[in-house]
């Protein structure tokens, strides 16, 4: 039982992770902070960003699917 709980803490840190992955890379970059340096992105960028964190995120989840917490 509480390797399954680990198992889950586990699995939740690694979903903050891929989302902050995602999120630290591409925000500054559609604000306009990297301009200077000729990188520039639309907010479809953004978007693009925060459908793959969700995409990786509920993949990720689903490793845990069968895994039994009482």
Known sequence: ??????KV??????NLLW??????????VV???LY???VYRGPEYAAIAMILSGI???SNS??????RID
């Not at 803490?9 to 690694?14: M, V």
């Not at 989302?19 to 500054?28: A, D, E, G, K």
């Open 19 to 28: 989302s902050f992955i995602y999120n630290i890379l591409l925000i500054p």
């Open 1 to 6: 039982m509480k390797a399954d709980l680990i």
């Open 62 to 67: 689903i490793t845990v699917l069968g895994t």
């Open 36 to 38: 200077g340096y000729g």
């Open 31 to 33: 604000a306009g902070i």
């Open 56 to 58: 990786s995120v509920a």
């Open 9 to 14: 803490k586990r699995k939740t840190i690694e």
